[in-house]
């Protein structure tokens, strides 16, 4: 009997130390993915806060999570008695157990300032984030907006040079890798790459962007946007283009990148729409519908107003037909600025009370901000412009807690 009543104990006691609570190599596999998700999600927040800071012309402010040192303790008391008191001759006994499980995490919190706010906020991007960020793969279009500042020799052909690099791109016929000078990148036109209409029908599949390049460029439509690419650069290769963020590497176009603020401060533009869900779900849906939707962005017609599906797909006729510089010089270069002013690559929904399917959301100032969970393209953008700003980061240079247990129990930190 003595016997069974310390197994018990030791069953109750064991159950609750293991079956519940983690502990040593289980606390791992408890822990970690949850401090992983609510840093995910703070990032997030913290991201789409400063977003809507920037907006209304206010300071953005950073606070990195540097460090989590987390320790558990586990302590256990099992507790039991026999007697042979009573009416009935033998044991009569008790088990009981007590448990305590604590968990001290520690965190360490680094505000961005002075030397390492510079570092990572006001310093331009390297050239070779666009080869590294292409590589992989991120949606070309989202890396020219937001990594380059200017493009080609005159800014009036930047929009022009942005909108036929992608439609190459979405065609299969464009390569770009960097040179043994991380300054200097080579863009290739690459005609036997190139994803023809009957290759589509062939698959039995509808990429309605390929298809209505062919319908606005005829049955060559890489070819005339390479020609496009070549008379805006006017250098003398037939299937390359150098382009360097360095002015002195000869033969080749300058271009300039923006800063992870930089790209932050596009909030300010029309690449963040900030506006109603009805609105937002407007855009959403004339995107959608347009045969010439390519991905990559949205067309609006206001902010405010209703957005008529029918202007939103006229839109994007207009932007595949002046792609291949349909018009002329200048209209193309008017329209080309026209068209990058009227697209936007994140929808922000503003609303009077808390959304209700939000993939993230921030209460600021009375009113609460949200990207909609369904909204995969401002997902994929707003994910884009994260993983720029922690392309940026640079190590914390100060000393990594010391997290010490004395064999008596406690926690000290150094």
């Not at 960020?133 to 930047?158: A, C, G, K, R």
Request: overall charge neutral; glycine content about 8%.
């Amino acid at each position: 009997m003595i016997t069974a009543l310390v197994r018990t104990g030791a069953a109750i006691v064991c159950s609750l130390a293991s079956g519940c609570i983690g502990v040593g190599p289980a606390s791992i596999s408890s822990n970690r993915a949850y401090y992983n998700d609510v840093l995910i999600d703070t990032n997030n927040q913290q991201l789409l806060r400063n977003i809507v800071r920037v907006s209304v012309q206010e300071q953005p402010a950073f606070t990195d999570v540097a460090e989590i040192n987390a320790t558990t303790s586990v302590q256990t008391s099992p507790m039991g008695g026999v007697t042979n008191i009573g009416a009935l001759a033998g044991f009569l006994g008790s088990a009981s157990s007590g448990l305590t499980y604590n968990e001290s995490p520690v965190v360490k919190y680094v505000p961005l300032q002075g030397t390492a706010l510079i570092a990572q906020f006001g310093s331009p991007f390297p050239g070779l984030a666009i080869v590294t960020l292409q590589n992989t793969e991120w949606p070309l279009s989202s890396i020219l907006e937001f990594v380059v500042n200017t493009l080609t020799p005159s800014y009036l052909d930047n929009y022009r040079a942005v909108d036929a690099l992608v439609a190459l791109n979405n065609l299969g016929a464009l390569e770009i890798n960097i040179t043994d000078n991380p300054a200097t990148i080579v863009i290739k036109f690459k005609p036997n790459g190139v994803i023809s209409d009957r290759t589509i029908a062939k698959s039995g599949k509808q990429d309605r962007t390929i298809a209505c390049l062919y319908k606005k460029g005829g049955s060559r439509p890489a070819d005339r946007l390479w020609t496009q690419l070549r008379d805006i650069f006017k250098q003398p290769y037939r299937d390359h283009i150098i382009i360097s963020s360095n002015q002195s590497i000869k033969g080749s176009a300058v271009f300039k990148t923006r800063s992870a603020l930089g790209a932050l401060k596009l909030a300010d533009a029309n690449d963040f729409l900030f506006t109603s869900p009805e609105i937002a779900s407007q855009v959403r849906e004339g995107n959608l519908r347009s045969d010439c939707f390519n991905e990559s962005y949205y067309y609006f017609t206001s902010d405010t107003d209703p957005n008529d599906p029918d202007r939103i797909n006229a839109l994007w006729y207009e932007d595949a037909s002046n792609v291949f510089g349909i018009g002329g010089l200048q209209d193309s270069r008017d329209t080309a600025y026209k068209l990058g002013h009227t697209r936007t690559f994140i929808i922000i929904e503003r609303s009077e009370y808390p959304p209700e399917n939000a993939y993230v959301s921030i209460p600021y100032k009375g009113k609460w901000y949200s990207i909609n969970s369904s909204d995969k393209l401002s997902k994929l953008n707003f994910s884009f412009l994260n993983e720029l700003l922690t392309l940026q980061a640079i190590p914390d240079p100060g000393k990594l807690t010391q997290t010490v247990i004395p064999v008596g129990g406690g926690l000290a930190v150094k």
